[in-house]
Structures are given as C-alpha cells and as structure tokens.
Antibody
Framework: QVRLKESGPRLVQPSQTLSVTCTVS????????VSWVRQPPGKGLEWVGA???????DYNSALKSRLSISRDTSKNQVFLKMNSLQTDDTGTYYC???????????WGQGVMVTVSS | DIQMTQSPSFLSASVGDRVTINCKAS??????LNWYQQKLGEAPKLLIY???SLQTGIPSRFSGSGSGTDFTLTISSLQPEDVATYFC?????????FGAGTKLELK
C-alpha cells in the first residue's frame, strides 16, 4: 500500500530554515519521482519542487534560491529544506508521488507550518 | 506559467444531483489534466487522470472530459460522501499548476 507521510516543525521563526521530511512506503523513491506542493491558508496549491527517481532535482523558479530537495534512499525518505522563511511561507506542505506521465497519484496528509515569531 | 481557472468556487447540491466542475487552462494542455478530491484533514485523492481516465478504485459516478483548454469533472449522482473540495492539476508543462478548488456541499 502506497503511503506518504510528512513530518516537521509546526512553528518556525522568520528568517530561519524549514526542514520537512517525507517518509514513503509501498514504493521506492528510486523508482518514482516525488514532488513537494504547498498551500497557504485560504489559497491555492503551488508546486514547490521535485526530486526525480534518478536523484536530480527541479525547483519552482520563484523559490529556487531558497530551496533544497534531497533524499535518503536507504530510508525511503525525501527532504525539503527552505531557508530565509517569511510569513507568507506559512501553509501546509505536501509530498506527492508521481504517476508516470500523469501528474501525481498519491499524496501525504501534509504538515501545517506556521512562520511566526 | 499556465493559469488554471476553476469554477465554481462553491457548489451546493442535493443527493442524487448531477454535478459539474470546470477547469479552464490559459493555453493548450492537450489532455494533461487531473482531478482530485480532498476531504478535511485528509490527503488529496486522485479521481481522474489525463482528462478522462478513472483512477482504480474510484466510483464510476465520477467522470472527466475535455481537451485543449476546457475540462469538466462530472459526478453523475451526488452521494453524501462526495462532500469535499475538488481541484484540478495541469501536468502538460512545468511548473505544474492547480485550479483554486471547488468546495462542494450538500443542500
């Protein structure tokens, strides 16, 4: 059974770094791409970035300078790091598994992150 | 980036009603559009991929249509468990972009 679960801090101070982990089961991160998507409260979804099954990455150009996505294949985990956080980075952060040539098929429940002092 | 305009934002319907939700792309996305259902506190669930392909395990009352720039999600006979927010995703080109969502409630 495919599952994705995000974990990370619920509260981060402005200017600090956000670190979120996506732990997957039921598939290997070396066989399927994984993306990060976020949703500010009351707003739409935004693709953040992806790590391809081969290990390379792509980022939303608006966030690229602050982002890093990596993985630990031995633990089947994907990591999102975003630095220089601002209040408008507040939102729910999701990881999602790619369905080949067909967008995303499975998503995690998300982790709600608040950026506030 | 491709803009996805989803309508309506809010929809109230009765059990048994036929419900339609629309997504319009700002440019041609062929058939590279998915529909998702999200219930409060749950992970989004894939309903339809590539415009009209029903994901495994999804009831047949859900269907999708369209190509190019205009797409529709149809629920043929609304059930109480269909109360949720629905959103579309274009995966024709990067960055992938989403519709703003439709909140579906029971009348």
């Amino acid at each position: 059974q495919v599952r994705l679960k995000e974990s990370g801090p619920r509260l981060v101070q402005p200017s600090q770094t956000l670190s979120v982990t996506c732990t997957v089961s039921g598939f290997s991160v070396t066989s399927y791409h994984v993306s990060w998507v976020r949703q500010p409260p009351g707003k739409g979804l935004e693709w953040v970035g992806a790590i391809w099954k081969g290990g390379s990455t792509d980022y939303n150009s608006a966030l690229k300078s602050r982002l890093s996505i990596s993985r630990d294949t031995s633990k089947n985990q994907v990591f999102l790091k975003m630095n220089s956080l601002q209040t408008d980075d507040t939102g729910t952060y999701y990881c999602a598994k790619h369905l080949p040539n067909s967008g995303f098929d499975y998503w995690g429940q998300g982790v709600m992150v608040t950026v506030s002092s | 980036d491709i803009q996805m305009t989803q309508s309506p934002s809010f929809l109230s319907a009765s059990v048994g009603d036929r419900v339609t939700i629309n997504c319009k792309a700002s440019q041609n996305i062929n058939r590279y559009l998915n529909w998702y259902q999200q219930k409060l506190g749950e992970a989004p669930k894939l309903l339809i991929y590539n415009a009209n392909s029903l994901q495994t395990g999804i009831p047949s009352r859900f269907s999708g249509s369209g190509s190019g720039t205009d797409f529709t999600l149809t629920i043929s006979s609304l059930q109480p468990e269909d109360v949720a927010t629905y959103f579309c995703l274009q995966h024709n080109s990067w960055p992938y972009t989403f519709g703003a969502g439709t909140k579906l409630e029971l009348k």
